[in-house]
């Protein structure tokens, strides 16, 4: 894939102002907040630290006062408009009909087209299964692209086939998704009443003390990281995850998640706050050997196992929900990727 389509040219928007007579001093950063439309102080803060604001024909700080007439140039840059285009990829359909589609996302492609995914989504192949061929441009503003907030191109109306939900990029199975505007919001409502039934497939690291478990925690932003998440004492969301062991392997257990809330990523937050990461992921601590690394032949398996993953071995296996127009109730259910599965086979054999 060409990567100049997802991260295209940024569009360049100069902004000129000479400062009134009766202008308090101010910080430069604050009057360019009040002065520019809908800019962010991160926005402007990263165009002074770049070198793209000057005072008076020089580069300067944000702290700097600004004086009556001071001569400011600003110069911010944006990503262009992102534009959907249906592309031939295969979906792997466990149900179709003229509502809505169930897929079997594979793990490695991205649910929906953000800033720095425009294309090779599901959404692009959604739109070419579905008979569309042209582009359609998808005008959205960006408060700040490094927050990594995709929630506005998701619930963007321009985007049909609507997904009624998310996977992260590298998990695995079933995904609903709606063909029109009015099948889409009663979806929606189901997954916003819980009365949706989704579970999971997970391997973590380690044993259990019960074959049952509920994980509760709040999730935020991480403190460390920005683009991950952690469970919080302040600012979080509420979470609540349910769990049953189906199995285990030595220092490794294959459990069968429930998500009572829907954050994101949640399985993988909660187990890792637990201190049982999802085997493989690289985010939040599965890529490493957590236990087992005194015993020779363990440390030997888990690392050809993490080998054989190449990301976290999380699969969304099963989604109940009632039909929004035959008022049917549905059940389905999504085989194992072959690399998970292949993991599994390993471990029993061991």
């Known amino acids: 894939m060409d990567e100049n389509i997802n991260y295209p040219d940024y569009i360049e928007s100069v902004f000129e102002f000479k400062v009134t007579a009766g202008q308090n001093p101010q910080r430069l950063d604050v009057y360019l907040v009040n002065s520019i439309k809908n800019a962010t102080r991160t926005k402007v803060q990263k165009a002074i630290d770049e070198g793209f604001v000057t005072i008076n024909g020089k580069v300067t700080k944000g702290s700097k006062k600004v004086q009556p007439g001071d001569l400011i140039i600003c110069k911010l840059l944006k990503p262009p408009p992102i534009e959907l285009i249906p592309e031939d990829i295969p979906l792997n359909i466990i149900f179709e009909d003229e509502y809505l589609i169930l897929v079997n996302k594979p793990s490695g492609m991205v649910s929906h087209p953000g800033f720095g995914n425009r294309s090779g989504t599901l959404v692009n192949a959604l739109l070419y299964h579905l008979g569309h061929r ?4 998808i005008e959205i503003e960006e408060d700040d692209e490094e927050s990594n907030d995709e929630g506005k191109i998701f619930a963007s109306d321009s985007i049909r086939p609507g997904l009624v939900h998310r ?9 609903l998704i709606a063909k029109n505007p009015e099948i889409h919001s009663q979806l929606a409502k189901q997954f916003a009443e819980r009365t949706v039934e989704k579970k999971y497939l997970a391997l973590v690291w380690g044993k259990f003390d019960k074959t049952t ?3 509760e ?12 998440f952690a469970v919080v004492k302040k600012g979080g969301k509420p979470a609540i995850t349910e769990y049953k062991v189906l199995e285990e392997f030595e220092y490794l257990s294959l459990v069968e998640v429930n998500l009572l809330t ?5 399985i993988r937050v909660h187990f890792s706050h637990i201190k049982h990461p999802v085997f493989g992921d690289i985010q939040y601590g599965g890529n490493k ?27 969304s296996f099963s989604l109940s929900f009632e039909h929004p127009i035959t008022k049917q109730k549905m059940k389905f259910e999504a085989e194992l990727p072959i690399t998970f ?7 029993k054999k061991s």
């Open 341 to 347: 599965s292949n993991i599994i086979q390993k471990l």
């Open 262 to 266: 829907g954050r994101t990523h949640q």
């Open 213 to 215: 478990g509920r994980i």
């Open 217 to 228: 925690g709040d999730i935020g932003r991480s403190s460390l990281d920005r683009k991950l």
């Open 134 to 137: 042209d582009r359609i441009k």
């Open 167 to 175: 996977l992260d990029k590298d998990t695995s199975g079933i995904m």
């Open 289 to 315: 050997i957590v236990y087992g690394y005194n015993n020779k032949k363990l440390k030997e398996l888990y690392t050809e196992c993490l080998k054989m993953a190449n990301n976290q071995q999380l699969h």
